[in-house]
């Protein structure tokens, strides 16, 4: 069974950096594709930024273009969002989610089959 456990958000000041981790475990990392979503009470689960099974394609929510970056760790079975210049807006619950899907459209959270049990960001002003 895939388990995906989602660690690093913490409260941290407008403007600082985060590293969130996805830590993999039950199948074969290289056959999935992750993506990162985020969500706040009362709204719907939003996309945020997902990479390709090799890594070779990332795709990011215009909301944080060039802010955030993916990356996966194929050595440990760990996906990244490196999270730059936080805004207050940035405050959410982040989750990790993954797919074997070769054509999953990124930003739908029906596309993916597993997801991790969230971590909490939050972003002081």
């Known amino acids: 069974q895939v388990q995906l456990v989602e660690s690093g958000g913490e409260l941290v000041q407008a403007g600082d950096s985060l590293k969130l981790s996805c830590a993999f475990s039950?199948?074969?990392?290289?056959?999935?594709?992750a993506g990162w979503f985020r969500q706040t009470p009362g709204k719907e689960r939003e996309f945020v930024a997902a990479i390709a099974w090799r890594g070779d394609r990332t795709y990011y929510a215009d909301s944080v273009q060039g802010r955030f970056v993916i990356s996966r760790d194929s050595a440990k079975n760990k996906w990244h969002l490196q999270m730059n210049t936080l805004k207050s807006e940035d405050t959410a619950v982040y989750y990790c989610?993954?797919?074997?899907?070769?054509?999953?459209?990124?930003?739908?959270?029906?596309?993916?089959?597993?997801w991790g049990q969230g971590t909490q960001v939050t972003v002081s002003s």
């Open positions: 989610a993954v797919t074997t899907s070769w054509n999953w459209e990124v930003e739908k959270p029906t596309d993916y089959q597993y």
């Open positions: 039950g199948g074969s990392f290289s056959n999935y594709a």
